[in-house]
């Protein structure tokens, strides 16, 4: 008699698992493409930010509740931070969702023709001979 509630319990703990599993998978996703927005050259921490909302908005109405979206980005880094609450199946259970994604900005670096350290050429390397 008390191994039904028990074995419905166990099979809503595992949907909820199921649920936050896949709300974070959701935000990771959002996160790095955000992050794809935000780091290119002439990229924003806004641009990054509504590249991020634009996915949650497509992909986490149903498994992700409350998300919020923080983006920064300076002269070397940028970085998006997703935060919000996994859909609950078992009342009272609030499983938190957190998922961030950084790395380096895109930068443009001139080809530098002219050598004034170890990389320079030898003299005998320039005359193609040995």
Given at each position: ?130
């Amino acid at each position: 008699m008390i191994a039904t509630p028990l074995l419905l319990l166990m099979l809503l703990a595992i949907v909820q698992f199921a649920l936050w599993s896949h709300a974070t998978h959701i935000a990771q996703a959002a996160a790095s493409h955000g992050l794809a927005a935000a780091r290119v050259h002439g990229g924003t921490a806004a641009a990054g930010s509504a590249s991020a909302q634009q996915m949650l908005d497509q992909l986490a109405r149903g498994p992700l509740a409350d998300a919020s979206v923080s983006a920064e980005r300076t002269a070397t880094s940028a970085s998006i931070r997703i935060s919000g609450i996994a859909t609950t199946v078992i009342p009272f259970l609030s499983l938190p969702v957190h998922a961030e994604a950084s790395g380096p900005v895109e930068r443009f670096v001139p080809i530098a023709y002219g050598f004034t350290n170890s990389e320079a050429l030898s003299a005998a390397n320039r005359s193609g001979g040995g």
